[in-house]
């Protein structure tokens, strides 16, 4: 016997009502106020496209990453944030998972190499962009403040369901 989405055996299997996600997603700063973002959508299961946007806040001191998830601040103020922010070093957006203090935090998936000194920005609060249809891999943000950070995520909407924000990426416009 067949189990149903609810659980349930007995009767035919409904099909897959989840929608699926882009396997990329980008966001360059391009044009001093702009930023470009850009997906693949092609192994995607959805029928529409959310984004949202939060403009990034500068932190204070610098901060060094290591190839792995630990973040670790100078001069920093790490506490005024909280788990759940999104902290932006390099043009990497990453979840923080957990904060120490001022100066350690540690992020959800590890940094690929080292950054040393760097400035970053923390993400708190977003605001609705754009719904798009499918077969739509590409939005222009503009006009923005230029040499400023910003953050982008995208979730997908299939048949009364969203998926979960798990697209984020982020980006610096140029001056």
Not at 2 to 28: D, K, R, S
Not at 150 to 158: A, E, G, N, P, T
Request: with cysteine.
């Amino acid at each position: 016997m067949a189990t149903n989405f609810y659980g349930l055996t007995g009767g035919a299997t409904n099909a897959n009502i989840y929608p699926t996600q882009p396997t990329t997603f980008t966001a360059t700063g391009t044009d001093g106020d702009t930023i470009t973002l850009g997906w693949d959508d092609s192994a995607a299961d959805y029928d529409m496209c959310q984004i949202q946007y939060s403009v990034g806040e500068a932190g204070e001191g610098t901060v060094t990453t290591e190839a792995g998830v630990n973040v670790i601040g100078v001069g920093s103020n790490f506490t005024e944030f909280a788990v759940g922010d999104w902290i932006l070093v390099a043009g990497n957006a990453r979840k923080i998972a957990s904060i120490t203090d001022d100066e350690n935090l540690v992020v959800s998936v590890a940094y690929g190499g080292v950054e040393a000194a760097a400035p970053y920005a923390i993400s708190t609060t977003w605001v609705d962009l754009a719904c798009l249809d499918i077969d739509v891999e590409a939005y222009v943000h503009e006009p923005l403040e230029a040499e400023s950070p910003y953050f982008y995520r995208l979730r997908s909407h299939k048949r009364f369901k969203w998926s979960d924000w798990t697209l984020v990426d982020g980006a610096l416009t140029t001056a």
